[in-house]
T-cell receptor, first 112, second 118 residues
Framework: QKEVEQNSGPLSVPEGAIASLNCTYS??????FFWYRQYSGKSPELIMSIYSNGDKEDGRFTAQLNKASQYVSLLIRDSQPSDSATYLC????????????FGKGTTLSVSS | GAVVSQHPSWVICKSGTSVKIECRSL??????MFWYRQFPKQSLMLMATSNEGSKATYEQGVEKDKFLINHASLTLSTLTVTSAHPEDSSFYIC??????????????FGQGTRLTVV
């Protein structure tokens, strides 16, 4: 069974701090990994994608992937109140047409 | 990024009626589209995979006769909720991935449809 696990939170951090979001997955065949941000009542929007082990940085966001340990994380530096949202981890098996499997999401709250 | 348009964004219907939701890829072709459902404070749950020109593949527990999916072209998939009941009230979201790429890419999401059955 393909599963993606996330701590539902809420994760509360003060403005300017680093927020760390974690995700584990069960299927070793997973090849592509994504972090989506979802505001209440809206559809998800892509934040980061990562395909190989290591770190990938994009602005204030850094995704980290460790396939041996089957985890992927997202770091948000200099957190802003506008970052307050639910962050969804999603994985995809290397096969055309396969849907993304989502975790339940971690709710992040950044206080000013 | 690619654009996926979903319509309507919200709908209220009476119990027992049917509702059709459209999902269009505006600037790319999508052989495969995906339909998700999300209840409040829960994650996206995959309902079915819509394949252009063939039958949809439904996830376990999803009634194919209740949630009719049609993917008649490379840019349009529709989800029809038949004989809707209050428990079908949810946020329905479609997504699509670009066709023909060797590398697995991210999914692009429609805006979602908030269905309320009264």
């Amino acid at each position: 069974q393909k599963e993606v696990e996330q701590n539902s939170g809420p994760l509360s951090v003060p403005e300017g701090a680093i927020a760390s979001l974690n995700c584990t997955y069960s299927d070793r065949g997973s090849q592509s990994f994504f972090w989506y941000r979802q505001y209440s009542g809206k559809s998800p929007e892509l934040i980061m994608s990562i395909y190989s082990n290591g770190d990938k940085e994009d602005g204030r966001f850094t995704a980290q992937l460790n396939k041996a340990s089957q985890y992927v994380s997202l770091l948000i530096r200099d957190s802003q109140p506008s970052d307050s949202a639910t962050y969804l981890c999603a994985v995809n098996i290397w096969q055309a047409g396969t849907a993304l499997i989502f975790g339940k999401g971690t709710t992040l709250s950044v206080s000013s | 990024g690619a654009v996926v348009s979903q319509h309507p964004s919200w709908v209220i219907c009476k119990s027992g009626t049917s509702v059709k939701i459209e999902c269009r890829s505006l600037d790319f072709q999508a052989t495969t589209m995906f339909w998700y459902r999300q209840f409040p404070k829960q994650s996206l749950m995959l309902m079915a995979t819509s394949n252009e020109g063939s039958k949809a593949t439904y996830e376990q527990g999803v009634e194919k006769d209740k949630f009719l999916i049609n993917h008649a072209s490379l840019t349009l998939s529709t989800l029809t909720v038949t004989s809707a009941h209050p428990e079908d009230s949810s946020f329905y979201i479609c997504s699509a991935r670009k066709t023909g790429l060797a590398e697995a890419t991210e999914a692009f999401f429609g805006q979602g449809t908030r269905l309320t059955v009264v």
